[in-house]
């Protein structure tokens, strides 16, 4: 049975820092990409940050995205935060055909966690 668990969001004032977490079990973790989306209200879902299976992290401004493969683990890492960064964060696995890609597609992940709220104070 395929489980992801979401954990460390909450509230956080402007120009914080949140590192959120995935605990991944019930699939070959090595053998996936993964992903944090996030989805605000009245918005589209939008990819954060991917890593393929090759990589163990990858950055982009203010987040970092790591996986652990040894603790079937994913983090994101958000420093800087405002208050557009405010939305529902969620993990998500892709069965990856390539060590070297990720997708930023939402419809190529297979697996979803429920998701963990954090909102950004201004």
């Known amino acids: 049975q395929v489980q ?10 402007a120009g914080g820092s949140l590192r959120l977490s995935c605990a991944a079990s019930g699939f070959p973790f090595d053998d996936y990409a993964m992903a944090w989306f996030r989805q605000a209200p009245g918005k589209e879902r939008e ?14 401004g203010r987040f970092t995205i790591s996986r652990d493969n040894a603790k079937n683990t994913l983090h994101l890492q958000m420093n800087s935060l405002k208050p557009e960064d405010t939305a529902i964060y969620y993990c998500a696995a892709e069965r990856a055909f390539s060590r070297d890609y990720c997708s ?8 979803w966690g429920q998701g963990t709220q954090v909102t950004v104070s201004s």
Not at 5 to 12: D, F, K, Q, T
Not at 47 to 60: A, G, H, I
Not at 104 to 111: E, I, K, L, N, V
């Open 4 to 13: 992801m668990v979401e954990s460390g969001g909450g509230l956080v004032q």
């Open 47 to 60: 990819e954060v940050l991917c890593v393929s299976t090759r990589n163990v992290y990858s950055m982009k």
């Open 104 to 111: 930023g597609s939402s419809a190529t992940y297979a697996f």
